[in-house]
């Protein structure tokens, strides 16, 4: 799968979950204001069912009144006169609880006016028969009553009570119709809100199905893009193994071959030297002849102007041949080292850290002592490691150590050590002339060499040690200023293994 691909459906699924959050915070904001709206509608149509039953209360209580005042004009019996006192307390109550059962309806309000009054109007003619029939006058509050009966207040508490309750019916089926809306509102809304869920998750789960299905088309190619690297890798070690013997044989051979001409040049210049004595006697001999004078004595070289300075010239020029081979002959033998070293096989054995390197300390105390040096051994850990290989490479420092501090001033150099993530780190810090920034990296490089070159050396030694760190599986760094001392640190692993490095020189 292609990078743009990939984004594309990274983009892709965040839009499907930004759209699917957004659904269900749409979701749950209309179903909480649905259900509220639904609540409320619910509300109003138990409003009016209380309308209506508070209208019949009324009613019934009239109708109550009515019929205990009529018992007791026939009987006279006092438990018809408790009933009706106990319903004519009760119609007032029952009345302004209706009042404020439609307050909220402007026809309701003029109905209960109306029915007020002639409620009022029909519980004083019940009081003024129950007066009558109190003070003995039964049939005149019989007629009375019964007179009544015929009057406006009967028929207006009749009529009004069915208009309310027409009105409360209408009220009743618009606020039933307006619930069952919002309740199909409201289930309208959660299916297809969950509809949406379910599609966007549908597609969420192809959208991962997809991913997955790249994602393990992606291990597959890797894993096989691994075994061909490693197949890859181990074609191209062995090439470099066999290219790195061929250089090291290369090396070998060339060092071997140019000792023969440098020793032939070597003799021949001895010969030379030896020669340019007799040469320089028989000049001498022949000027004293030509101008008249006795013959040198035997060994003695009697050279004059000219002559005297081509001896000279000559001796001077021997001189430099010589050095230059002796130089040469160093380099090569330096060559043949590190040839020879490269083809050592390392063993790992266990090593005391600080015994070796005290050990080393030891054999150099005289070239620090003619230093003015002292060296502090630390507290350090021990490894797994070549021992050569560590002898080399600490004996290489320290003696630099040594080699390269500054006249005048008593050296100090210490070595340390740490452990840290299975690798242990030496540093080896010295209060030497230091190492300007800009050579840091040449002094490694073969043959080449850094600052005043006041002190023996073929610039191999560095060199020579970082390919020795590298072949045991570690690093190696400096850090340092002119005039401020340089600090060396090695970083080995603490348990090495010969097939970590070795197999691959």
Do not use: C
């Not at 966007?200 to 789960?205: E, I, Q, R, Y």
């Not at 991913?211 to 691994?226: F, G, I, K, T």
């Not at 045991?472 to 401020?484: D, F, H, I, K, P």
């Amino acid at each position: 799968m292609t990078a743009d691909a990939q984004r594309r459906r990274t983009v892709m699924q965040i839009l499907l979950l930004s759209a699917g959050f957004l659904v269900l915070v749409a979701i749950s904001v209309a179903s909480i204001l649905l259900v509220n709206k639904a609540r409320e509608d619910n509300s109003w149509v138990v409003h009016t069912v209380e309308s209506e039953n508070q209208i019949s209360t009324v009613l019934l209580e009239i109708r109550r009144a009515e019929s205990a005042t009529r018992a007791y004009l026939l009987s006279g019996g006092p438990q018809f006169l408790a009933e009706y006192q106990t319903a004519a307390a009760n119609v007032l109550p029952a009345l302004d609880q209706l009042g404020r059962l439609t307050r909220d309806n402007a026809a309701q309000i003029q109905n209960m006016a109306k029915l007020r009054k002639a409620v009022e109007q029909r519980l004083s003619e019940f009081a003024r028969s129950i007066e009558r029939v109190t003070n003995n006058d039964v049939a005149t509050a019989v007629t009375a009553l019964r007179n009544g009966t015929s009057t406006g207040a009967v028929e207006t508490i009749a009529q009004v009570g069915r208009e309310m309750r027409s009105e409360e019916d209408r009220l009743f089926r618009e606020r039933t119709e307006t619930a069952d809306r919002t309740q199909k509102l409201a289930s309208s809304v959660t299916i297809a809100g969950s509809g949406m869920v379910l599609a966007l998750a549908f597609g969420s789960v192809l959208l991962v199905r997809q991913s997955s299905r790249a994602r393990d088309r992606a291990e597959s190619r890797l894993r096989d893009a691994n075994l061909n690297l490693e197949a890859t890798v181990d074609e191209r070690t062995a090439d470099l193994r066999e290219a790195n013997n061929e250089i090291q044989r290369f090396a070998y051979i060339v060092s071997h071959d140019l000792r023969s001409p440098l020793v032939n040049i070597m003799g021949f210049t001895s010969e030379l030297e030896e020669l340019s004595g007799d040469i320089f006697r028989r000049i001498g001999g022949l000027t004293q002849a030509a101008n008249g004078g006795p013959p040198p004595a035997a060994g003695e070289i009697a050279l004059e102007g000219p002559d005297k300075q081509l001896s000279a010239d000559f001796s001077e020029a021997l001189g430099f041949i010589k050095s230059s081979i002796a130089k040469m002959d160093r380099l090569i033998s330096a060559i043949l080292n590190l040839t020879r070293e490269g083809r050592r096989e390392f063993e790992p054995v266990k090593i005391d850290t600080r015994d070796l390197i005290e050990a080393i300390v030891s054999t150099l105390a005289h070239q620090a002592s003619e230093a003015q040096a002292e060296i502090h051994v630390e507290p350090l850990p021990n490894i797994v490691s070549d021992r050569l290989a560590l002898e080399q490479i600490f004996s290489n420092l320290i003696d630099n150590g040594i080699k390269y501090l500054n006249n005048g001033v008593p050296g100090e150099i210490r070595i340390r050590g740490r452990t840290k993530l299975g690798y242990a780190i030496f540093e080896i810090s010295d209060n030497g002339r230091g190492i300007d920034p800009k050579d840091h990296q040449r002094i490694f490089d073969l043959f080449r060499r850094a600052g005043t070159q006041d002190k023996p050396g073929q610039g191999i030694g560095l060199a020579h040690v970082r390919a020795l760190v590298r072949r045991l599986g570690g690093t190696m760094s400096v850090s340092s200023e002119l005039n401020t001392g340089s600090t060396f640190t090695i970083t080995l692993p603490i348990n090495w293994n010969a097939s970590n490095r070795n197999s691959d020189q």
